[in-house]
Every structure is written in C-alpha cells, then in structure tokens.
C-alpha cells in the first residue's frame, strides 16, 4: 500500500485529490495539509511514500517544502501539481528531486497515470535485488508519463484551449450521470462562464448531449452529458 499525503491551499481541489488516491487500489491517502506547516509536520508524523504537493501554499515557498520534505530523515518522494508555469521553477523542482510535475488544470485521468506509474516502478524495484541496466530503464519509463491521448479536435474556435478542453470532455466521460454546467465547473476547477463556453461548443458539434431539465417554476437547467459510443479521435 502506498501511504499518500495531499498537499493543497485549495480545500475543494485537495479533497478532490484526495478521493482520486482513495478510489485507487494499492494507494492510501493518509492525510491531507493546506499550508506548508501542516504539510512539514504531518510528513513528520504520517509517515507518507509519496506527497502529492502543490507550490502555491500561504505560508512558504512550495519549492522549499519540496527541498526540506526530501531532506527527512524518512525517504519519501514528492508528485508537484501546481500551475507555476516558470521555467525556474520547473528547474528546481527537478533538482529537489520530484518525480513528476504536473500542470493544472489537467484531467484527473493524468493523475490516475501517473500514479499508476508511479506504483509501477515502485513494484519493479521490489522485484530485484540488484539492479540491472534493463531494470534502471524499465523503472525510468515507468516514471515517464505516457503520451497523452488526443480526445478534442485539432481545431478549436478562438479562445479555447486544447487543455482545457480535454479536461471538460474527461470530466463528462468520468461522470456516472449528466452535470449542468456549475456541476462541471465544480469539479474541473473551471469558472461556471469558462465551463459553459466549451459546453456549448461541444454540444453543437456533437461530442456531447444537452437536454433541458424543466422544474416547477423558472427557466429550465441545461444538462450535460458525454455522447453514448463516442471514444477518443
């Protein structure tokens, strides 16, 4: 089991995380810290394999958590997700020895991955004694992300990002029934007037459907939903 500690200032976006992790097998999340404080002293206390760490925190730098986190006397690594775009910061965070950097927004899909191949040169490792050369890659490329799938169009109209496009189809296509548009910005992470942009893109080219929902009283809900027997492109 892999003892994961979420590290998010965004209660909504890390309990997101967290239920991802849970609804995983061979992962347990064991704790979930908002500041850099909370992160440092539960790392101390939990004892995690994995800190799933976020850079923008209130209190300290997330690229110094990063460094003190790897410098505990307990092992552990450390999966950045944040939306620090900054090529210096990329930099350090590769040299405080992450094993990932990830770039919100992002689909939860990514995450899984990642994850998935985090536990699988985790295993890998396990299985040896000694290490090979065909082993140290093997695990390498286990670390590497996969090549994303391409799940939106080539084109999209002005102002709409490929990104965040795939991110709204991945939410639809993960959900268990049809979202309104709030529904869908909720769990993207997206404002409810940038998740009805691309909503109603996609409803008019046909990658989703939309039904109106009608109540007692008001105008009707528009629902969303991923288009039955659409797969990837």
Not at 120 to 141: C, K
Not at 143 to 171: H, I, N
Request: proline content about 4%; aromatic content about 6%.
């Amino acid at each position: 089991m892999i003892r994961v500690l979420v590290v998010d200032d965004d209660v909504r976006v890390a309990d997101n995380h967290r239920k991802l992790v849970e609804s995983m097998a061979g992962f347990e999340a064991v704790g979930v810290a908002h500041t850099a404080h909370e992160a440092l002293t539960m790392s101390e206390r939990l004892l995690p394999d994995l800190v799933l760490l976020d850079l923008y925190l209130p209190d300290e730098s997330g690229v110094r958590v990063l460094q003190r986190l790897r410098g505990n006397a307990h092992p552990l690594d450390v999966l950045v997700i944040t939306a620090v775009r900054d090529v210096e910061t990329v930099k350090a965070a590769m040299q405080g020895g992450a094993v990932h950097y990830l770039l919100k927004p992002f689909p939860f899909r990514e995450l899984r991955e990642r994850l998935n191949g985090y536990a699988e040169a985790q295993h890998e490792l396990d299985a040896v004694d000694e290490a090979e050369q065909a082993d140290v890659d093997r695990v390498y490329g286990k670390l590497r992300a996969s090549e994303p799938r391409k799940t939106v169009p080539e084109e999209l109209p002005k102002g709409l990002s490929a990104v965040t496009a795939r991110l709204v189809l991945d939410t639809l296509r993960s959900a268990a029934t049809d979202l309104s548009a709030s529904e869908v910005a909720n769990n993207a992470g997206l404002s409810r007037v940038s998740a009805r942009r691309y909503l109603d893109h996609f409803a008019t080219t046909g990658r989703i459907t939309l039904h109106l929902r009608y109540g007692s009283a008001g105008r009707p809900e528009h629902r969303y939903q991923w288009a039955s027997g659409r797969g990837a492109p």
